[in-house]
Antibody, heavy 124, light 110 residues
Framework: QLQLQESGPGLVQSSETLSLTCTVSGGSISNVNYYWGWIRQPPGKGLEWIAN???????YYNPSLKGRVTISIDTSMNQFSLKLRSVTAADTAVYFC????????????????WGQGTLVTVSS | QTVVTQEPSFSVSPGGTVTLTCGLSGGSVTINNYPSWIQQTPGQAPRTLIH???TRSFGVPDRFSGSILGNKAALTITGAQADDESDYHCVLFMGSGISVFGGGTKLTVL
């Protein structure tokens, strides 16, 4: 069974960089049928898509965050990562990692497996 | 800016039927947006119920169904149960590689 697990600091200082890693187990991050992504949820609010990456390097970013966010992948470690620069209190959220189907996947365009999420609080 | 709209809240009686919708500002939701529906219970990981408009994920009861109704995507729960009380999120795939979530609907079963 595929599992995803987020890790990283739970507290980040305002104006600093938020860094998170998602470790994938039970399957290969180099699977040609899937993208890997980050989604966040501020307290009491809805989900917001952040970015997706394909093992071959194809990347998509939420236009509202582009310029502050970088997603990367490490196939040797079966991990992918998120960096969000210049954070403010508005970036306080639970951050989820998830798998999204690519063109030939059964779930094209949709997220299927999710991590449990990790709360990141931005403090001033 | 693309905005996906959902009802903020809805209530249904146990055993009843409820339809939640997912719209697109200034346009129509179609099968080409590959709408999916995600259930989220407080403190738990999201669970994808429906993808590709109407395909149930493995293990999802058949009381959950997805469709396109008019110009919106829809999630129908037939024979609602107490443990269906959750937040339901719609997400559209915009084809340019971008995904957009709606604000979510808080469903109460009472």
């Amino acid at each position: 069974q595929l599992q995803l697990q987020e890790s990283g600091p739970g507290l980040v200082q305002s104006s600093e960089t938020l860094s998170l890693t998602c470790t994938v187990s039970g399957g290969s991050i180099s699977n040609v049928n899937y993208y890997w992504g980050w989604i966040r949820q501020p307290p009491g609010k809805g989900l917001e898509w952040i970015a997706n990456i394909f093992y071959g390097g194809d990347i998509y970013y939420n236009p509202s965050l582009k310029g502050r966010v970088t997603i990367s992948i490490d196939t040797s470690m079966n991990q992918f990562s998120l960096k969000l620069r210049s954070v403010t209190a508005a970036d306080t959220a639970v951050y989820f990692c998830a798998r999204r189907g690519a063109r030939d996947a059964y779930n094209y365009g949709a997220f299927d497996f999710w991590g449990q999420g990790t709360l990141v609080t931005v403090s001033s | 800016q693309t905005v996906v709209t959902q009802e903020p809240s809805f209530s249904v009686s146990p055993g009843g039927t409820v339809t939640l919708t997912c719209g697109l500002s200034g346009g129509s939701v179609t099968i080409n947006n590959y709408p999916s529906w995600i259930q989220q219970t407080p403190g738990q990981a999201p669970r994808t119920l429906i993808h590709n408009t109407n395909t149930r994920s493995f293990g999802v009861p058949d009381r959950f169904s997805g469709s396109i109704l008019g110009n919106k995507a829809a999630l129908t729960i037939t024979g609602a149960q107490a443990d269906d009380e959750s937040d339901y999120h719609c997400v559209l795939f915009m084809g340019s590689g971008i995904s957009v979530f709606g604000g979510g609907t808080k469903l109460t079963v009472l």
